[in-house]
């Protein structure tokens, strides 16, 4: 199957995504990495291994416009799914609609637990004992759609946001590859 990926920073997860799509007998190649921040260090990284790239900046343009050209780059691509990566836009009903059941996305947290932002800091205030991430289906509510699947990780004592996050991504980079793979395969 042929996958774009949607980032707006690192790519680490894009990373993860591709490194796995280039074992023997992966179920899915990545034909586009696309990103509303023209700076974002994971097209770079996209570009140095030879990946097709899209960047489009969301400043000064209204959001169906540049959804619409986003989604006119992924579909040129020839993609039939779309992987959120890190895309730290919002997306409106009309580009949900249009990749229903085909978007997924990663989230760091074990949802319905804390959707949104921050949420290895809000993990560590609400004294949890364990944390990890979720990918799931893109719906139009915020990290509201159908859960795929999870990982879970215990949180240390001495943790914090930001060692709690580095082994959150970790998991992420496990579980990813492996989600998406087993959906576009179904
Ligand atoms: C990850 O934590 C992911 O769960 C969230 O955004 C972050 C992206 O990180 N949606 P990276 O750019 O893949 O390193």
């Known amino acids: 199957a042929k996958v774009a990926v949607l980032l707006s920073g690192a790519g680490t997860n894009m990373a993860a995504l591709l490194y796995a799509s280039r074992l023997p007998d992966a179920p899915y190649e990545i034909v586009l990495v696309a990103s509303n921040d023209p700076d974002a260090d994971g097209l770079a990284l996209a570009r140095d291994e030879n990946v097709p790239t899209f960047a489009l900046s969301h400043k000064g343009m209204?959001?169906?416009?540049?959804?619409?050209?986003?989604?006119?780059?992924?579909?040129?691509?020839?993609?039939?799914?779309?992987?959120?990566?890190?895309?730290?836009?919002?997306?409106?009903?009309?580009?949900?609609?249009?990749?229903?059941?085909?978007?997924?996305?990663?989230?760091?947290?074990l949802l319905p637990k804390y959707k949104g932002l921050d949420t290895h800091a809000r993990a560590l205030e609400a004294g949890d004992s364990r944390h990890g991430c979720s990918v799931h289906l893109v719906t139009p509510e915020l990290d509201d759609g159908p859960v795929l699947g999870q990982l879970d990780i215990a949180i240390r004592a001495e943790d914090t946001p930001e060692t709690l996050a580095a082994r959150v991504k970790f998991a992420e980079h496990q579980l990813y590859p492996r989600m998406l793979g087993d959906h576009v395969s179904r």
């Open 62 to 109: 209204d959001r169906p416009t540049h959804e619409e050209r986003m989604d006119a780059a992924i579909r040129e691509s020839g993609a039939e799914y779309v992987a959120l990566a890190g895309y730290m836009r919002i997306l409106g009903s009309d580009f949900v609609a249009r990749w229903e059941c085909r978007m997924l996305n990663i989230h760091p947290s």
